[in-house]
């Protein structure tokens, strides 16, 4: 089984500055994912960034990346240049391949605002 | 690409009735998910298809709940005998080969 914590119910970030959102997981796999995804208010789920486990670089994708410790199976994700469209619930998330299937499990979400 | 819908967005019910959602994936995915998602939480996994085969099931999934993909493109799920406590989002997600989930907008279904 696998568990993914995000211990940060609720954060905010000034526009322009840089935020870091925490998570950690717990999996017996050996091969898996990460994801952080984003859900704006009243709309859907979009993916912002994946990490495939075996690599040890870091993903990143434009103003957001990631620091991968494997060892300490923490995945958290930095937001650079903070906007207001960034605003809104981000997910955690961890799959396996399990029977063929990618079952996301989740984390409860960290709340973030951007300021103006 | 048109991306994953969902039909209804919402849907009020009083509780014991049937209720039924649709989920339209991305037209080349021959994976299709259906999560749940409660206030405060994030998603659930209920069920997993492959083209028109049900692999998986959640525990989550009771015997009141039943999906299908009949041809390997949309699929249904359906509420039995509706519960205050199936009060939630459910979310619809298809992919392709490998991890890369594309989530629909979800149906917010309400049981009074």
């Known amino acids: 089984a696998q568990t993914v914590t995000q211990s940060q119910p609720e954060m905010s970030v000034q526009e322009a500055e840089t935020v870091t959102l925490s998570c950690t997981y717990d999996?017996?796999?050996?091969?898996?994912?990460l994801f952080w995804y984003k859900q704006p208010p009243s709309r859907q789920m979009i993916l912002v960034i994946r990490q495939e486990a075996y690599k040890q670089q870091n993903a990143t994708e434009n103003r957001f990346s990631v620091n991968f410790q494997k060892a300490a199976k923490s995945f958290s994700l930095k937001i650079s240049d903070s906007q207001l469209g960034d605003t809104a619930m981000y997910f955690c998330a961890s799959a396996y391949s399990g029977a063929g299937s990618y079952q996301l499990t989740f984390g409860k979400g960290t709340k973030l605002s951007v300021i103006p | 690409d048109t991306g994953v819908s969902q039909d209804p967005r919402h849907k009020i019910t009083k509780r014991g009735q049937n209720v039924t959602f649709r989920c339209d994936p991305i037209s080349e995915h021959n994976r299709l998910y259906w999560y749940r998602q409660t206030l405060g939480q994030g998603p659930e996994f209920l069920t997993y298809?492959?083209?028109?085969?049900?692999?998986?099931k959640s525990r989550l999934l009771s015997d009141r709940f039943s999906a299908e993909r009949p041809k390997g493109s949309f699929s249904t799920l359906e509420i039995q005998r509706t519960e205050q406590g199936d009060s939630a989002m459910y979310l619809c997600?298809?992919?392709?080969?490998?991890?890369?989930?594309?989530f629909g907008p979800g149906t917010r279904l309400t049981v009074l």
């Open positions: 298809f492959q083209n028109e085969a049900q692999l998986e």
């Open positions: 997600a298809s992919s392709r080969e490998g991890a890369m989930l594309y």
């Open positions: 999996t017996s796999e050996n091969n898996y994912y």
